[in-house]
């Protein structure tokens, strides 16, 4: 059995780029899981993602931004899509129907390792909690991101149209789904951080639902990198 990963307030507030007297508040409040041991506390990584997904949507964008920017050169979110990785008329009627769904456009786009692993992954990170967040959208992605199952960071995109029951918080059915595919939770988080950017602007997901093409949503996912995601590269 694989052994869990526990952070110090240290690593944790490096993991996720937020100042060190912020996650103490945050853990002090209850806004973020972790366990006292004496004096010190202690995180589980694998508990930093369900705490993610459950509040993504009211997440303040200042504190996405700090999870997205890293010393190195940001890659903007449309990078990180693909006309191959997007499918905007899935078939799929149930959850099992959807996670197969988005792993097999993975696959056949490149970036998919271990269709079989993935999808195991993605069932059990689903039996764990639902990725869905409301309104209308997903976010399914492996309980354990490794670097076996992806080839490369991205993300796969699929829509109903019809929607799909995938226990979402608001009691409303799922028409968006955004796979994160990550080698690491470090990368998953990020990955995660930028949809949830995304999904902050007003109307995306209108926008995305009334798009015609694969084509006309890269535009518009290069139009929003400019005008909202990446406002500090500008000079804003």
Known sequence: MKRERVLTTKELADYMKLNEKTILKMAQKGEIPGVKVGSRWRFHLEAIDPYLQKDIMETPEDEL???????NQIIPLSRLFDAALIDLDIPATGKKGVLSSLVELGYRGGIVEKKELLLQQLESREKMLSTAVGKGVAIPHPRDPRPDIFKKPNIVLVRSKK????????GEKVHLFFMTCAPNMVVHLRLLAKISRLLHVKGTAEKLMKASDK??????????????LFPWSNGK
Do not use: C, K, Q, W
Not at 163 to 170: I, M, T
Not at 215 to 228: A, K
């Open 65 to 71: 931004d700090n999870i997205i920017r890293t010393t």
């Open 163 to 170: 929607g799909v029951n995938f226990s979402a918080p608001d």
């Open 215 to 228: 084509e006309e949503v890269m535009r518009m996912l290069m139009e929003m990198d400019r005008e909202h």
